[in-house]
């Protein structure tokens, strides 16, 4: 007997997610735990798995599709796994063109899954003539839509047609064909441009520049980055001496910590960083808590974490949730200067851009040389509304000055 596999609950006040991809296919056979499709929010992707041996059986939604909470999107026979190479007695085995050996629902009511009838009738099609390859050989909603977008049957109903897809060519009048794709946003995406709309509708946001010699912090890695790996497992990265500098400057200037609560102003006394990390669904911004207890390798192995929980799609929303400041680094795309814009409702954000030799004047022994060195600009985006401007280029030149001589944020000084 079929059984159904639902939305579950993915975090308080999400009630809608979107299908990603599946990572079974239907009649394929799984194990307990194995993953079986991404489910998407809008700040997560999560990875379904099987609840019990068995095969997974007809699939009712297909990737783009939205489904809310609680709702079946597949079912699966649960049991020892299923051989597909043992024919149904009640199945024909059908030698169609490019599907050889695949076998073909017969006409029975109960070989053709309820949606895969729907779209049977819609489209006024023979159900003994399309392919199937569902578990048992029952015809699935997937294989009716495989059956309309074949090439070969394209021209056999107007209704096939007008069938739903995620991706659409719309030829453009003129007699020049000019392809363009229509794709739904993700959740993941609507959320971003939510959050970024409301940014730049609800704060006042002005962006200060400036420039940081990173002689002295790649001088100080390659020294110790040997010894480091050597003691934590883990690279030492520029991240970290970019987490410790700003909380050494929020702690100068509390107000870009801080934030908007109505007509109060919430000052706070912890430091919660969230570090931007891309990727291929959108921007994703896991927080740090309590960094300022946390030493060079406790930042660097968080962060390194972060990363391999978004590629095993294993982030969870406590880890997204909070944040009192944000670090962006968009230099590891090749990023030369940019205006990051803050996660609200925080009131500052710090971009970190590509590190690029350049000749500066610099004053060696009082005199004053021109030299190349390896020179990275930063841009701090800040809510107005709370940041006054002296205030704002000052904690930039504190991260500049902490940078550029780190024992500074050992003394404190």
Same mark, same amino acid.
């Given at each position: 007997?079929?059984?159904?596999?639902?939305?579950p609950?993915?975090?308080?006040s999400?009630t809608?997610?979107?299908?990603?991809r599946?990572?079974?296919?239907?009649?394929?056979?799984?194990?307990?735990?194995?993953?079986i499709?991404e489910?998407?929010t809008?700040?997560?992707?999560?990875?379904?798995?099987?609840?019990a041996d068995g095969?997974?059986g007809?699939?009712?939604?297909?990737?783009?599709?939205?489904?809310?909470?609680?709702?079946?999107?597949?079912?699966?026979e649960?049991?020892?796994?299923?051989?597909?190479d043992?024919?149904?007695?009640?199945?024909?085995?059908s030698?169609?063109?490019?599907?050889?050996?695949?076998?073909?629902?017969?006409?029975?009511?109960?070989?053709?899954?309820?949606a895969?009838?729907?779209?049977?009738?819609q489209?006024?099609?023979?159900?003994?003539?399309?392919?199937?390859?569902?578990?048992?050989?029952?015809?699935?909603?997937?294989?009716?839509?495989?059956?309309l977008?074949?090439?070969?049957?394209?021209?056999?109903s107007n209704?096939?047609?007008?069938?739903?897809s995620?991706?659409?060519?719309?030829?453009?009048s003129?007699?020049?064909?000019?392809?363009?794709?229509i794709?739904?946003?993700?959740?993941?995406?609507? @959320?971003? !441009? +939510? &959050?970024?709309?409301? *940014? #730049?509708q609800?704060? $006042?946001?002005?962006t200060?520049?400036?420039? =940081?010699?990173?002689?002295?912090?790649?001088?100080?890695r390659?020294?110790y980055?040997?010894?480091?790996?050597?003691?934590?497992?883990?690279?030492l990265?520029?991240?970290?001496?970019?987490v410790?500098?700003?909380?050494?400057?929020?702690?100068q200037?509390?107000a870009?910590?801080a934030e908007?609560?109505?007509t109060?102003?919430?000052?706070?006394?912890?430091?919660?960083?969230?570090?931007a990390?891309?990727?291929?669904?959108?921007?994703?911004?896991?927080?740090? @808590?309590? !960094? +300022? &207890?946390?030493g060079? *390798? #406790?930042?660097?192995? $968080?962060i390194?974490?972060?990363?391999q929980? =978004?590629k095993d799609?294993?982030?969870?929303?406590?880890?997204?949730?909070?944040?009192?400041?944000?670090?962006?680094?968009?230099?590891?795309?090749?990023?030369?200067?940019s205006t990051?814009?803050?996660?609200?409702?925080?009131?500052?954000v710090?971009?970190m851009?590509?590190?690029?030799?350049?000749?500066?004047a610099?004053?060696?022994?009082?005199e004053?040389?021109i030299?190349?060195?390896?020179?990275?600009?930063v841009?701090l985006?800040?809510?107005?509304?709370?940041?006054?401007?002296?205030?704002?280029?000052?904690?930039?030149?504190?991260?500049?000055?902490?940078?550029?001589?780190?024992?500074?944020?050992?003394?404190?000084?």
């Amino acid at each position: 007997m079929p059984v159904e596999l639902k939305v579950p609950e993915v975090g308080e006040s999400i009630t809608e997610v979107a299908i990603g991809r599946w990572l079974k296919r239907s009649g394929d056979s799984v194990r307990k735990d194995d993953p079986i499709v991404e489910i998407e929010t809008d700040k997560i992707t999560l990875e379904l798995p099987a609840p019990a041996d068995g095969t997974l059986g007809e699939l009712l939604k297909q990737p783009g599709d939205s489904a809310v909470v609680g709702e079946v999107i597949a079912y699966m026979e649960y049991g020892e796994v299923a051989k597909k190479d043992t024919p149904d007695p009640e199945i024909k085995q059908s030698e169609a063109p490019g599907k050889a050996g695949v076998a073909t629902a017969s006409t029975s009511a109960n070989r053709v899954m309820p949606a895969a009838q729907r779209l049977v009738d819609q489209n006024k099609l023979d159900a003994s003539a399309i392919p199937a390859t569902g578990p048992g050989g029952r015809l699935l909603k997937e294989d009716v839509k495989a059956y309309l977008d074949d090439a070969a049957h394209a021209g056999k109903s107007n209704a096939a047609a007008s069938v739903d897809s995620t991706a659409a060519t719309n030829p453009v009048s003129g007699g020049t064909d000019r392809p363009e794709q229509i794709v739904p946003m993700t959740p993941m995406r609507k @959320r971003i !441009a +939510e &959050r970024l709309v409301q *940014a #730049q509708q609800s704060a $006042a946001l002005l962006t200060t520049f400036n420039e =940081i010699d990173m002689s002295a912090v790649m001088a100080l890695r390659s020294q110790y980055k040997d010894a480091f790996m050597k003691k934590y497992d883990i690279k030492l990265g520029f991240m970290s001496f970019f987490v410790k500098a700003s909380i050494d400057a929020l702690k100068q200037f509390p107000a870009v910590n801080a934030e908007i609560r109505g007509t109060d102003i919430i000052y706070k006394d912890y430091y919660d960083m969230g570090i931007a990390i891309g990727t291929g669904k959108g921007l994703v911004v896991p927080v740090l @808590r309590n !960094a +300022e &207890r946390m030493g060079f *390798a #406790q930042v660097e192995q $968080a962060i390194v974490g972060f990363g391999q929980k =978004i590629k095993d799609n294993k982030l969870a929303l406590e880890d997204l949730q909070g944040g009192t400041f944000t670090i962006t680094n968009g230099g590891i795309f090749g990023s030369l200067l940019s205006t990051p814009i803050v996660n609200p409702p925080q009131s500052g954000v710090l971009g970190m851009h590509t590190i690029q030799r350049r000749p500066v004047a610099v004053t060696v022994a009082g005199e004053e040389t021109i030299e190349v060195r390896p020179m990275m600009y930063v841009a701090l985006t800040y809510d107005h509304r709370l940041v006054d401007g002296r205030e704002a280029v000052s904690f930039l030149v504190r991260i500049k000055q902490a940078l550029e001589d780190p024992a500074r944020m050992l003394m404190e000084v």
